[in-house]
């Protein structure tokens, strides 16, 4: 997971000559890089089984969880559900 700070996305885009930050794994951002921002990043990131952390860590690899392949076919299960659904909803309503 990579900390920075939001001066840090103006600095970038002015490096690379853009005027939007490419997409990536989701960045930590904080108003400063102190050891006390940083620990309150971490303390907040632990919460809830550390949900957002394992996300965020697992968001930065193209394998396992986010392989494309997996990724599509939630998409398609998804679609399926939710058309099911509406079909439900559609008879119900009518």
Same mark, same amino acid.
């Given at each position: 997971?990579?900390?920075?700070?939001?001066?840090?996305?103006?600095?970038?885009?002015?490096?690379?000559?853009? /005027?939007?930050?490419?997409?990536?794994?989701?960045?930590?951002?904080?108003?400063?890089?102190?050891?006390?921002?940083?620990?309150?990043?971490? *303390?907040?990131?632990?919460? /809830?089984?550390?949900?957002?952390?394992?996300?965020?860590?697992?968001?930065? /690899?193209?394998?396992?969880?986010?392989?494309? /392949?997996?990724?599509?076919?939630?998409?398609?299960?998804?679609?399926?559900?939710?058309?099911?659904?509406?079909?439900?909803? *559609?008879?119900?309503?009518?």
């Amino acid at each position: 997971m990579d900390v920075s700070t939001p001066k840090n996305y103006y600095w970038y885009m002015d490096k690379e000559g853009l /005027d939007y930050i490419p997409p990536s794994a989701p960045d930590i951002i904080v108003r400063s890089l102190t050891k006390e921002n940083i620990r309150k990043f971490v *303390e907040a990131f632990a919460e /809830d089984d550390a949900y957002w952390m394992k996300l965020y860590f697992l968001s930065g /690899d193209r394998k396992g969880v986010f392989d494309m /392949d997996k990724m599509n076919k939630m998409l398609v299960d998804v679609k399926k559900t939710n058309d099911t659904e509406y079909k439900i909803h *559609e008879r119900l309503v009518s």
